[in-house]
């Protein structure tokens, strides 16, 4: 196998982003979870893993923009160890039903990559007690790219551009999205839910 995996690395070479993630192990990617919550607009918001360093730029890229297996396995980890700490503190298991909800790319990004990089991580977190939503939350504009926007220009971007359904007040709704900047579009998923009756939520993001 080890021959096989360096033949095909001559004939098919991999990128580098690709080489670091095939590399990491769970316990490398969790020694960079340092979870930073913040509040946006009374909605709280925790970030899991550094963007900036390699390791994590790495995993983020891979996953948004190559659809790597090992990528979405390795960010399943982190959030699913998150959420694991989360419920425990809180006794959340007890009280509610959690649901995992991804924010939904536009139906333009989503021709182009073919899939949404937050659904696939989602895919696979295994807690047994844990579902995910991927239909409760629906994006009913398409958005300009938000990274070159400034923030209040990120806050108009996404303005109105979710909407929520089928929602039980009691499940508390935990919001996943890759990547946060300004906070703009979790902002606007957590007012879209909000509208739609939910009482009890909180957004996540795989890095900061």
């Excluded at 508390?172 to 007012?191: E, F, K, P, Q």
């Amino acid at each position: 196998m080890r021959l096989l995996s360096l033949l095909l690395d001559v004939i098919f070479p991999l990128g580098r982003d690709a080489l670091i993630v095939r590399n990491l192990t769970e316990v490398e990617v969790l020694r960079h979870m340092q979870p930073e919550p913040r509040m946006f607009d009374g909605i709280e918001a925790v970030a899991l893993l550094p963007y900036r360093t390699r390791e994590i730029g790495a995993l983020i890229r891979e996953a948004k923009f190559k659809s790597n297996a090992r990528a979405y396995e390795l960010l399943a980890e982190v959030l699913q160890e998150y959420v694991t700490d989360y419920a425990s503190d809180r006794a959340v298991y007890e009280e509610r039903t959690m649901v995992l909800v991804p924010i939904p790319l536009s139906k333009k990004r989503y021709r182009e990559r073919g899939y949404n990089q937050v659904e696939e991580v989602l895919k696979r977190v295994d807690i047994p007690s844990l579902q995910s939503m991927p239909y409760v939350l629906k994006r009913v504009r398409d958005t300009k790219a938000q990274t070159t926007l400034s923030r209040q220009a990120r806050l108009k971007n996404t303005a109105g551009a979710f909407v929520a359904s089928s929602i039980d007040p009691q499940y508390l709704y935990i919001v996943v999205d890759d990547v946060m900047t300004t906070g703009a579009t979790l902002t606007d998923a957590a007012r879209a839910l909000k509208e739609a009756g939910a009482q009890h939520f909180i957004a996540v993001t795989l890095a900061h």
